[in-house]
């Protein structure tokens, strides 16, 4: 299975894709979680992206087309992936086009979550990563342990630096403009498969499920 996981900013890309990941077996491919691996190895890349993360940017199509070909020619992507965050313009999406033709790995599906902007807000502005293994939580629906730590390996949980309001305002413009015009483009294409991302974690990814089995 060969997915693109489409949406806004806090739509569930993330949360959707680690279910997906080990309900299917086949990897995550976030570009996200890879730009802030680089940024915290202080990489000449990572120095780069921080600027535009920071300020709710978009990184450069160069630098994020040129992680992703690296990344689905590795090993663990014959099987398969699930593209969350990528890609976010026209442009990624030409370029992740030919990239799939070179390696005869055709799309089966878009999946787009839609979510409504003041729900958006309010996942963002609660969510919460585990610093240690990175699992996503949200303080009011996907709570972590009681004593604030991860569930799962006790970590510490922090907020992201661009899950602040203003940052956030700019993420929604941003999205607005560059990547939901996506959306019409994988229409063309007939793969796009729109989900409502608004009932609760299992029932959205049970309507994935659906949707791609369906497919
Ligand atoms: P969210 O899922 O909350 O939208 P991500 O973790 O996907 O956030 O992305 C965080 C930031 O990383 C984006 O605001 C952007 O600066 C950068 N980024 C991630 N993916 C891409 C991409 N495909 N193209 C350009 N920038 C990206
Ligand atoms: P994205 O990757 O699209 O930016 P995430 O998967 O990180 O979004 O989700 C954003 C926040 O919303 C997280 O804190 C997550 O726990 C929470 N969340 C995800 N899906 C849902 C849902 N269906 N209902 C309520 N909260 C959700
Ligand atoms: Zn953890």
């Not at 992740?96 to 089966?108: E, G, Y």
């Not at 949980?157 to 700019?170: A, F, H």
């Not at 409502?196 to 659906?210: E, N, P, T």
């Amino acid at each position: 299975m060969k997915i693109i996981l489409l949406g806004p900013p806090g739509a569930g890309k993330g949360t959707q894709a680690t279910m997906l990941e080990d309900k299917f077996g086949i990897p995550q491919i976030s570009t996200g979680d890879m730009l802030r691996a680089a940024v915290r190895a202080q990489s000449p890349m990572g120095v780069k992206a921080k600027e535009c993360m920071d300020a709710g940017e978009l990184v450069s199509d160069e630098i994020v087309v040129g992680i992703v070909r690296e990344r689905l020619q590795q090993e663990d992507c014959q099987g398969g992936f699930i593209l969350d965050g990528f890609p976010r313009t026209i442009p990624q999406a030409d370029a992740l086009k030919q990239v799939l033709i070179d390696i005869a790995k055709p799309l089966d599906s878009v999946v787009s979550l839609q979510v409504d902007t003041d729900a958006l807000v309010e996942r963002l502005t609660g969510r919460r990563t585990c610093r240690q293994c990175g699992k996503g939580f949200h303080l009011k629906f996907d709570p972590p342990g009681a004593d604030g730590r991860c569930t799962v390996c006790g970590g510490e949980l922090v907020q992201r630096d661009d899950d602040c309001e203003e940052t956030i305002r700019n993420r929604m413009q941003v999205y607005h403009q560059q990547t939901a015009p996506l959306e019409d483009y994988y229409r063309a294409e007939g793969l796009l498969q729109v989900i409502d991302g608004m009932a609760d974690i299992a029932d959205v990814q049970a309507s994935i499920v659906k949707a791609l089995q369906d497919k």
